[in-house]
């Protein structure tokens, strides 16, 4: 089974630009459908942004045309770049992968396997 673990969270200030990386181990990503999820305390995950096997992406409607989100097979990381960062941005950030499911914005936040997060804080 893969295992995931999130880097490059932190603290900027609105407008400010954060890469998250989620490095996998254990399996090849190639395999898998895999995105990005967030939660803020006291409320439900919500999916942010997904990538298929094939490579076709799908992103939320408060994070598109902001965030870009990408992976490379041969490191085995997968990234979301976050630009134009604003406050209700602020969140913990999952990376999530699973072999069978597709990585939509409803199923990102159910997916078996994800790591332990890394916090965004922007103000």
């Known amino acids: 089974d893969v295992q995931l673990v999130e880097s490059g969270g932190g603290s900027v200030q609105p407008g400010g630009s954060l890469r998250l990386s989620c490095a996998a181990s254990?399996?090849?990503?190639?395999?898998?459908?895999m995105g990005w999820f967030r939660q803020i305390p006291d409320r439900e995950r919500e999916g942010v942004a997904g990538?298929?096997?094939?490579?076709?992406?799908s992103y939320a409607d408060s994070v598109k045309g902001r965030s870009t989100i990408s992976k490379d097979s041969a490191k085995d990381t997968l990234y979301l770049q976050m630009d134009n960062l604003k406050s209700e941005d602020t969140a913990m950030y999952y990376c999530a992968a699973d072999l069978y499911r597709k990585a939509t914005l409803e199923t990102l936040p159910s997916f078996v396997t994800w790591g332990q997060g890394t916090q965004v804080t922007v103000s």
């Open positions: 990538i298929e096997s094939d490579g076709s992406t």
């Open positions: 254990g399996d090849t990503i190639g395999r898998y459908c």
